[in-house]
């Protein structure tokens, strides 16, 4: 599959399966099983999967393009799709002998049957979520974890949770582990429902790890090993992910305020709000200009994730902040100049003004990047 064919099916599915349903799906908070087996049928689940998976191992120009069109359209399914490539690409990563043990996983992934994601924060060290407070404990074939663990998007629905707990000899809050539970693994289960302001239809809801037994073919990096993992492999993906989320809401935003403008008349004056009114045109140009800039930013940072240099990390903290702010600004935007058709819900806006706020405090939060942006400039370290 080449970068332009993977755009083009996230597109079709966009349209022919997302868009119809996004606005019902997030009234109930019903997850969308229909997306995800479009995605695995059409061969977007394996999008960053080696070849010798069966993957089409393309890279994250690609990952942010294919978010960015699907969260147009519902982003609570590309929020499903984001964690989901975290997850997949976390196994692909894992260390030997584990990754013979995985390749059947990593098989069914790229085949479309195989839905994974990741369960890494927990309630005690809330949007910190490379410090797990669970631990795992040590028995004769691997571990036990007993973890409560929060936000786990497609909770219930995945086949598989990549979950991080503190290595057994661990003696702080970053010697963690990262562990592949199946998910019908004993003591696994969803704790509770979700029903969040935003992206109500991607099952974001708590699990519960009571004494899980882990094998060791199922340990995914070497003890202690697993905040490197969360730093250098899942938060660059993440933040541009999540980047990619935002412009696909601001762009949605941009699209459906031009198209209220052109529709909703003056009748007594025969024109539209756009021929009316030159300050919404000028908000409409507002919303334009701040959605062209994160596309840009996303560009900068996809470059150098593919040249990584002295500035990357820099470039992935400051992505998922300033997207943050873009989203809420744009769609706040949105619902001003569509008034009382969007506050009314006659239009998807107020949708994806929900949705835009969930950016800023899914961790790491804004605060959190403005925090490590700061401390970097300064020579602070990080942790």
């Not at 229909?34 to 993957?55: C, I, N, R, T, Y």
């Not at 894992?94 to 309630?123: N, W």
């Not at 669970?134 to 936000?151: E, M, Q, T």
């Not at 003591?187 to 094998?215: F, K, Y």
Request: hydrophobic content about 45%; some cysteine; aromatic content about 4%.
């Amino acid at each position: 599959m080449t970068h332009d064919a993977a755009v083009l099916k996230a597109q079709e599915i966009a349209s022919r399966v997302l868009a119809p349903s996004a606005g019902q799906n997030d009234k109930t908070g019903r997850f969308s099983t229909e997306a995800v087996e479009s995605l695995g049928q059409s061969g977007l689940l394996g999008l960053m999967l080696p070849a010798d998976v069966g993957g089409s191992e393309l890279g994250p120009r690609t990952f942010a393009a294919v978010a960015a069109t699907l969260a147009e359209a519902d982003a609570s399914v590309a929020m499903v799709y984001l964690m989901h490539i975290l997850g997949a690409t976390t196994i692909s990563a894992a260390r030997p002998p584990v990754a013979d043990a995985v390749t059947p996983t990593l098989r069914e992934i790229a085949a479309g049957r195989h839905l994974s994601t990741l369960a890494f924060s927990e309630a005690g060290s809330r949007s910190h979520f490379w410090a797990p407070v669970s631990r795992a404990h040590r028995n004769g074939h691997g571990v036990f974890i007993s973890a409560k663990k929060s936000w786990v998007t497609s909770a219930g629905h995945a086949q598989s949770y990549v979950v991080s707990s503190l290595a057994p000899e661990g003696s702080g809050p970053t010697d963690s582990t990262l562990y592949l539970l199946p998910a019908g693994t004993r003591g696994l289960s969803v704790a509770g429902p979700w029903d969040g302001l935003g992206l109500r239809a991607n099952a974001s809801a708590p699990i519960t790890l009571e004494e899980c037994q882990v094998s060791s073919d199922f340990q995914i990096t070497d003890d202690g090993a697993g905040f490197q993992t969360m730093l250098n492999l899942v938060l660059p993906l993440f933040n541009l992910g999540s980047a990619a989320v935002s412009l696909g809401l601001c762009r949605a935003a941009v699209a459906g305020t031009a198209s209220h403008l052109k529709s909703a008349k003056f009748e007594h004056l025969g024109q539209s709000l756009g021929e009316c009114l030159p300050t919404l045109r000028a908000q409409l140009a507002a919303m334009q200009i701040d959605t062209d800039g994160l596309s840009a930013r996303i560009e900068d940072l996809v470059d150098h994730l593919e040249k990584p240099r002295e500035t990357t990390m820099l470039r992935v903290l400051e992505s998922k902040a300033a997207a943050g702010d873009v989203a809420i600004s744009v769609t706040s935007a949105a619902m001003r100049i569509c008034g009382g058709a969007a506050f009314s819900k006659h239009m998807s806006i107020e949708r994806l003004f929900r949705d835009a706020h969930a950016g800023a405090v899914m961790a790491p939060t804004g605060d959190v990047l403005r925090e490590f942006i700061g401390k970097s400039l300064l020579g602070i370290p990080l942790f």
